[in-house]
């Protein structure tokens, strides 16, 4: 009796038309209201953006004006280990095919003909450059930086059982580093180096490590020069790079490799892995 009644009242689940479309016109409403408040908020946030430069510098960043280190190859991103057999190509090419993709990412700056009149060519500046130039970055060139064994042609080195490892600095905007002299220098890094440099080193990490992990030639030797720096968001931006040649690393033996970073206002946390990077070779 009561769904007879309801359907001669002209009800749907205990409503008129008329209170339906009541109810929608309230919630079309309410929703557009609710996006159209949404928008606006959105619209006073992006004004406050600047796409050029962050809102939150200096030691306001997650970084703390102390960059990392990174490396590659890494094609597996959930390890650090970098593990091959010596003359075995498919056991490092994926390590190679990594660095050069890597690696094309910079020769696109010398082939893109957009970025010619936004790069600076530095290789006559021997110390930091004039902050009236920090507009353009300086070209990164491999060529000249990274060693003839370090290249593509003699497989990074990996199939002859002498990797070239790829490092970098984590970018920091407006980060720019602090040099040593010669009386503060650290006496570890003392061998390697030289004045307007970020200095590399890399060592083993336990004393079996550094028994095992044998000589390491860096290309270029001083490490980061400075005239890379400060990275300010320039179109063509390359981040300066370092390889480091493992030369004799003991075969068939797992080491633990650490790369530090070098300049006197770059600290070391090995918990934070502030100033480092860490990974492990194995060449069989």
Known sequence: MASSASTEEGS????????????????LIYYSCLSAFFAGMMAIFYQTLDWNYPRLQ???????????????????????????????????????DHIQAFLEYYENQNLNPQD??????????????????????????????LGADCVKQQTFGFDDGMPCILLKLNKIFDWQPESFTNDTVPLEVADLWEPYHVTVKCEGENPADKDNIGPIEYYPQGGFHFKYFPFRNQQAYRSPLVMARFIRPHPGVLVMVQCKAYARNIRHNQLEKAGMVHFELMVD
């Open 12 to 27: 749907v689940l205990g409503r008129t038309g008329k209170s339906w479309a009541q109810i929608g016109i309230f919630y």
């Open 58 to 96: 200096g030691p306001d960043t997650l970084l703390k004006q102390n960059p990392g280190i990174g490396f590659r190859p890494i094609p597996d991103v959930q390890s650090t280990l970098v593990r091959f057999v010596k003359a075995d190509a498919s056991t490092y090419s994926p390590y190679t």
């Open 116 to 145: 010619g009149g936004t790069v600076a060519d530095c290789d006559s500046v021997t110390g930091r450059r004039p902050e009236k130039d920090w507009d353009k970055p300086c070209r990164f060139d491999l060529t000249a930086n």
